[in-house]
């Protein structure tokens, strides 16, 4: 396994000694790689996210009206649907 050190200011040692203790992490390193799973996770999820919605977008065809046209109707879509 690869090591990687991290220098942090004083505060922030503290802060992850605390969260370590509180969590029931083993060590700073542990939570160090559950901080960095979670954040692959995150990031990995929102590119599946964008993908669908750049796909969806492609599947909806191309359409030809101008946008303020388009905001206009929702607009007007939603002021009818609280009447």
Known sequence: MAQLHVSLP???QRYVEGRVSAAGFTDPADYLRVLIER??????????????LVEEGIASGIVDREPEDILDDIIADIRNADD
Do not use: F, G, K, T
């Not at 954040?39 to 669908?52: E, F, G, I, K």
């Open 10 to 12: 004083a505060d922030l």
């Open 39 to 52: 954040d692959q996770h995150s990031y990995q999820a929102d590119v599946r996210r964008v993908r669908l």
